[in-house]
């Protein structure tokens, strides 16, 4: 219950975990986070919230909803989707069709998590500390993850990270093995929100 009127505007931005719906992949529920109308559809009004809400910036959260959404938007959008609805909006049903190269594979084409890959990175390219990446690990895994002729994947991948490396950083500059588990399970744009909130 909202006592004092900030409350209430802070407690309205921050969207509540979808009810979790049977047979939903982990990266439909990474992407659920965005969804504010909770209708399946994340506008590019939605993702410039959540980018807010999570701790980026205005400018920069305006920038990577039009990147996200013109990348993404196309290649969800169901053959029979209203007529009106803009060609930016994602849907997330169809999100594993956004898959894109040099990726690391921790999701599989269906977008369902796969921890082996998870497990596969940290012991390939955490050397400082097992179960953490140091801003070069990073780097390397970027690097290392890179397939030949896919240079639109591989920025993809790299503003990724290299987002979430900025956002998730541990007080020593590593990102922990548990908190990109929470980017791949869905989780962790809640806990960014609930800190920043």
């Not at 896919?150 to 920025?155: A, E, K, N, P, T």
């Not at 991948?157 to 990109?180: F, H, I």
Request: aromatic share 8%; glycine share 8%; hydrophobic share 40%.
């Amino acid at each position: 219950m909202c006592i004092h009127s900030f409350d209430c505007v802070r407690d309205a931005r921050v969207a509540p975990a979808p009810a979790p719906v049977a047979g939903m992949t982990e990266l439909q529920k990474h992407v659920a986070f965005f969804d504010r109308e909770h209708d399946g559809i994340v506008t590019f009004d939605e993702t410039y919230q959540g980018l807010k809400e999570v701790g980026i910036g205005a400018v920069a959260a305006k920038a990577s909803a039009a990147l996200i959404n013109a990348a993404l938007g196309p290649k969800t959008r169901p053959d029979n989707a209203n007529s009106s609805s803009s060609r930016m909006d994602i849907y997330i049903q169809n999100i594993q069709k956004g898959k894109h190269g040099s990726d690391t594979g921790a999701y599989d084409a269906e977008g369902r998590f796969v921890p082996a890959k998870l497990d596969e990175m940290f012991t390939k390219h955490a050397k400082t500390v097992p179960n953490a990446l140091t801003e070069d690990e990073l780097r390397e895994m970027l690097k290392a993850n890179r397939e030949s002729n896919d240079v639109s994947g591989w920025l993809g991948a790299k503003a990724e990270w290299e987002m979430l490396y900025k956002l998730a950083k541990d007080k020593d500059g590593r990102l922990p093995k548990d908190t990109v588990r929470a980017v791949y399970d869905g989780a962790l744009f809640y806990q960014l929100a609930a800190k920043k909130g």
